[in-house]
């Protein structure tokens, strides 16, 4: 359904070393970037995530979050240790979310702007 999403942030140096970092950690790189903006995917012509410095931009109130998927609790893991390494503040440490399903993990954490963001992976 979604092509792509894109999140307003306030210092792009900052965000980018974040989304480097935790996207990294997935499996994702960026695959263009310029002045104002930085777009993520999976490969070159394959953006699904892109940060662009706005003036003013805030993150959305509760409710709103985007969960990426990762290939293995691994990897999970070693997006919610690079978040926090690049500025990320913890907002639920890896592991089972049994409310959610029995094959549940992810993790979770809030960007430097205030976004939520989740990393999971269902069924492994």
Known sequence: M???LSFGVADLARSAAFY???LGALGYRRVWADE???GYGAADGEEAFAIKQRAGATAPGEGF???LSA???EAVDA???AALAQGGRDNGAPGL???YG???YAAFVTDPDGYQVEAVIVGE
Request: hydrophobic share 45%; with cysteine.
């Open 20 to 22: 480097d970092a935790a």
């Open 102 to 104: 029995p094959a549940y």
């Open 71 to 73: 290939a293995a609790r």
């Open 36 to 38: 104002v903006s930085v």
């Open 97 to 99: 979310r049994p409310d």
């Open 65 to 67: 979050h985007l969960a």
């Open 2 to 4: 979604l092509h792509h």
């Open 79 to 81: 997006f919610h240790c």
